[in-house]
């Protein structure tokens, strides 16, 4: 919005300009700050209003989900803008702290943002009150600081995993409003194919090994289908006592990989 | 589309609301809980857009809370009732009305059990069943039909599973959750 006052465009229209700018040449340090924005046919609707209005749009799969020895997080790493692929190298896992992370699905400025404000608010809690946020609260803190601007454009929809001690816990807030707890969620435009692997494969009793591996299959199956995710699959794994970068794996070596494996 | 339903019985409130909580083509939680306690005798179910509901609904629920301690006494269902709906109509002609609607079911110790049936555009209305959603369209005639005020109905709704609690002058007793049939293999 600033930046393209400041760089003499018109203020807002960023698809407009998208489509007839993309043929010829491409702007990266003006496209740089829309990186997820890809036109998603479910989500478009949502900003039907006046045209004011910036269409932030989800091009990612995000998913995490909790098991017996906490939360596993597993993100793709790809940035569109429009057909052109922005970036393959991502970071769409927020670290909140040492024992909180956030994913990233929607605009990316919105994203980060606001998850560094909640850093913030968890820090200033931990302080006031000697003792760690639960991640119910965080998340309730995140919720309540974007439903003042609900309606106004802002577009994030993260999940927000943690430890705390009522044990792993998993929250989905985003721009809408909702906020629910839940044993697994995916988001972004890969979400609905990431769902089908990660509803079939989870259990209860999953090892820690078989987990990461359906995280990491899972996000694989959707950049397969979907266009827009793809990049590497980065997977993290939230224990008692805080999370873990546990692989970074290109989509194209598990491509490989499964191709040999038997089904 | 998200379903609430309410009947009035001789004494006591029967509420059901559907488990499911959707954003768009995915089913994001199946086993949510729309129902918010405001007392021990009183019940508020909320549905509407994603956000607002929660906030509405928390918002109503912490102010009867605070009346309780205030004043040392718990407001009836009817003050309850219609404290809710002049929050709506206050909110309805501002920059940010919430698009909620509701049923509001409660058991006073005096007057008995009372259900009121609100709607986002806050009217409000005393019924002896009301119900919200698409599902509203084909109870309601059942309950035109069927209902008398004196009997203790039982009522077969068939979507995936829901929530049911009874109010009457014991409290709020949740109700076994009613499970979609299971037919042997699909």
Partial sequence: MALASVLGRESAFFNNNKQSSLGVNLDLHVSEPQDFFVRNAASADVFSGPEEKIEFLHGTTTLAFKFQHGVIVAVDSRATAGSYIASQTVKKVIEINPYLLGTMAGGAADCSFWERLLARQCRIYELRNKERISVAAASKLLANMVYQYKGMGLSMGTMVCGWDKRGPGLYYVDSEGNRVCGDSFSVGSGSVYAYGVLDRGRREDLSVEEACELGRRAIYQATYRDAYSGGVVNLYHVKSDGWVCVSQDDVADLHRKYLDEPK | ?186
Avoid: W
């Avoid at chain 2, 809980?33 to 609904?57: N, P, R, Y």
């Avoid at chain 2, 928390?58 to 009732?81: C, F, H, T, W």
């Avoid at chain 2, 709607?119 to 309601?140: E, N, Q, V």
């Avoid at chain 2, 959750?177 to 037919?183: D, E």
């Fill in chain 2, 1 to 186: 589309m998200e379903y609430l339903i309410g009947i009035q019985g001789p004494d006591f409130v029967l509420v059901a609301a559907d488990t499911v909580a959707a954003s768009s083509i995915i089913q994001m939680k199946h086993d949510y809980d729309k129902m918010f306690k405001l007392s021990e005798k009183i019940l508020l179910l909320c549905v509407g857009e994603a956000g607002d509901t929660v906030q509405f609904a928390e918002y109503i629920q912490k102010n009867v809370q605070l009346y309780k301690m205030r004043n040392g006494y718990e407001l009836s269902p009817d003050a309850a009732a219609n404290f809710t709906r002049k929050n709506l109509a206050d909110y309805l002609r501002s920059r940010t009305p919430y698009h909620v609607n509701l049923l509001l079911a409660g058991y006073d110790d005096h007057d008995g059990p009372a259900l009121y049936y609100m709607d986002y555009l806050s009217s409000l209305a005393k019924a002896p069943f009301a119900a919200h959603g698409y599902g509203a369209f084909l109870t309601l005639s059942i309950l035109d039909r069927y209902y008398k005020p004196d009997e203790s109905v039982e009522f077969i709704l068939n979507l995936p599973a829901f929530n049911v609690r009874l109010i009457d002058k014991h409290g709020i007793k949740d109700l076994e959750k009613l499970p979609l049939a299971t037919t042997s293999t699909s």
